[in-house]
Nanobody
Framework: QVQLVESGGGLVQAGGSLRLSCAASGRTFSSFYMGWFRQAPGKEREFVTA????????YYADSVKGRFTISRDNAKNTLYLQMNSLKPEDTAVYYC???????????????????WGQGTQVTVSS
């Protein structure tokens, strides 16, 4: 059983930056993809970004492209999300997630992910 624990959320002013971390434990095999999703109040959870744990290829939603950067530290089994130029519309609970059991290439689909963290709140004030 894989456990994912996010940290690094908080309150920041528009234009500011935050770095989220997601520590994975209990893993005895390499993941296929890890990703970040977010859910704003009253909205459905949406894809933000993902990274192939094997190749390092990265994928971003259009809304965050150029502002957010996903990265991973294989040795530490940790996923990161560097968020720059934050906007009020980035306010949401951010979740990290893991595709552990198969590579369908559909890293942008919530249903493809096998494990989820508990989420960390990011609030961007205007």
């Amino acid at each position: 059983q894989v456990q994912l624990v996010e940290s690094g959320g908080g309150l920041v002013q528009a234009g500011g930056s935050l770095r989220l971390s997601c520590a994975a434990s209990g893993r005895t095999f390499s993941s296929f993809y890890m990703g970040w999703f977010r859910q704003a109040p009253g909205k459905e959870r949406e894809f933000v970004t993902a990274i192939s744990w094997i190749t390092g290829s990265t994928y971003y939603a259009d809304s965050v492209k150029g502002r957010f950067t996903i990265s991973r530290d294989n040795a530490k089994n940790t996923l990161y999300l560097q968020m720059n130029s934050l906007k009020p519309e980035d306010t949401a609970v951010y979740y990290c997630a893991d595709i552990a059991y198969g590579d369908t290439g559909s890293y942008y689909l919530e249903a493809e992910y096998d494990y989820w963290g508990q989420g960390t709140q990011v609030t961007v004030s205007s």
